[in-house]
């Protein structure tokens, strides 16, 4: 069973920061790889940034070099760190586990375990 719990959302103003945390409660012995998506409202939703299970990272052009992906030691927690935030940043983001090979991958199918999301809003 594998539960994953978004925090550290909030509304700022453009050029400043959040660190998202994805809290990862995973009582099977699968090991997975972890995405981050974001849906803003009337737009589809945009895989952001993955880590790999061999910590291997991808990130969508938009947010290259802005954003970064990481993961705790113990793979308990998984955050994004964003910078330089723009208002095109606005949207509900969401943490995703999947185990259909080693990641990363920012394709949504690949992924069956989500969060319930946590929104960032940037004016």
């Known amino acids: 069973h594998v539960q994953l719990v978004e925090s550290g959302g909030g509304s700022l103003e453009a050029g400043g920061s959040l660190r998202l945390s994805c809290n990862i409660s995973?009582?099977?012995?699968?090991?997975?790889?972890i995405g981050w998506f974001r849906q803003a409202p009337g737009k589809e939703r945009e895989g952001v940034a993955s880590?790999?299970?061999?910590?291997?990272?991808s990130y969508a052009q938009p947010v290259e070099g802005r954003f970064t992906i990481s993961e705790d030691n113990d793979k308990r927690t998984a955050f994004l760190q964003m910078n330089s935030l723009k208002p095109e940043d606005t949207a509900m983001y969401y943490c995703?586990?999947?185990?259909?090979?080693?990641?990363?991958?920012?394709?949504?199918?690949?992924?069956?375990?989500w969060g319930q999301g946590t929104q960032v809003t940037v004016s």
């Open positions: 995703a586990a999947g185990n259909h090979g080693l990641g990363p991958t920012r394709f949504a199918s690949a992924y069956d375990h």
């Open positions: 880590i790999g299970i061999d910590g291997t990272t």
């Open positions: 995973n009582s099977t012995p699968r090991r997975y790889y």
